[in-house]
Nanobody
Framework: QVQLVESGGGLVQPGGSLRLSCAASGSIFSINAMGWYRQAPGTQRDLVAT?????????????NYADSVKGRFTISRDNSKNTVYLQMNSLKPEDTDVYYC?????????????WGQGTQVTVSS
């Protein structure tokens, strides 16, 4: 199993910045991608950003962002620490949500998705 622990959420003023961290532990071998999603109460969980994880045949590092955060958020990964970060700049009130870390193990025959418990981000003056 993979365990994911998020940290770094909190209250920030509009225009401010936060950096979220997600530390992976357990059976982290063969993780193909990690990412961040966000969800408001009563809504679906939406993609924020993803990053591929390098392996023996792929250097990884390819990123994908939701249109609403492009140019403001940056996802990165420190492979030596098994940690993914989300740097959030120019935060807006509409960015307020619970942010969840995600890890995916994908093969030709199966896909397993792991989730963290979430961290609250509130953007308000």
């Amino acid at each position: 199993q993979v365990q994911l622990v998020e940290s770094g959420g909190g209250l920030v003023q509009p225009g401010g910045s936060l950096r979220l961290s997600c530390a992976a532990s357990g059976s982290i071998f063969s993780i193909n991608a990690m990412g961040w999603y966000r969800q408001a109460p009563g809504t679906q969980r939406d993609l924020v950003a993803t990053i591929t994880v390098g392996g023996s045949t792929n250097v990884g590092g390819s990123t994908n962002y939701a249109d609403s955060v492009k140019g403001r958020f940056t996802i990165s990964r420190d492979n030596s620490k098994n940690t993914v970060y989300l740097q959030m700049n120019s935060l807006k009130p509409e960015d307020t949500d619970v942010y969840y870390c995600n890890a995916v193990k994908s093969t030709g025959i199966s896909r397993v998705v792991y989730w963290g418990q979430g961290t609250q981000v509130t953007v308000s003056s």
